[in-house]
């Protein structure tokens, strides 16, 4: 079972920056890429950030661009998420997805966290 949780979210005002982990464990051999989505109440949930396992591919939505940036430090198993310039447009449930390899590299694996609260304060 790989297990995903994500952090700290909280209450920010608008023009502020948070940053949100997600930490990734389980018996895995290798996460390749890794999302933030995030869901508005009465919204579709919508892709936010993502990269892949070297780092070197990023994605962002357009609404994002040039305030949030996604990273992932491997040897831990963590991604992050710095939001800068928050908007109250932001705020959302953010939701961590891992997909890789398990351990024994037979098959894949698809995990999401249960979310952590964004709230941007006019």
């Known amino acids: 079972q790989v297990q995903v949780v994500e952090s700290g979210g909280g209450l920010v005002q608008a023009g502020g920056s948070l940053r949100l982990s997600c930490a990734v464990s389980?018996?895995?051999?290798?996460?390749?890429?890794m999302v933030w989505y995030r869901q508005a109440p009465g919204k579709q949930r919508e892709s936010v950030a993502v990269?892949?396992?070297?780092?070197?591919?990023?994605n962002y939505t357009d609404s994002v661009k040039g305030r949030f940036t996604i990273s992932r430090d491997n040897a831990k198993n963590t991604m992050y998420l710095q939001m800068s310039s928050l908007k109250p447009e932001d705020t959302a449930v953010y939701y961590c997805n891992a997909r890789g390899s398990y351990y024994n590299r037979r098959s894949q694996y698809d995990a999401w966290g249960r979310g952590t609260q964004v709230t941007v304060s006019s």
């Open positions: 389980g018996f895995i051999y290798s996460i390749n890429v």
């Open positions: 990269i892949t396992s070297s780092g070197g591919t990023t």
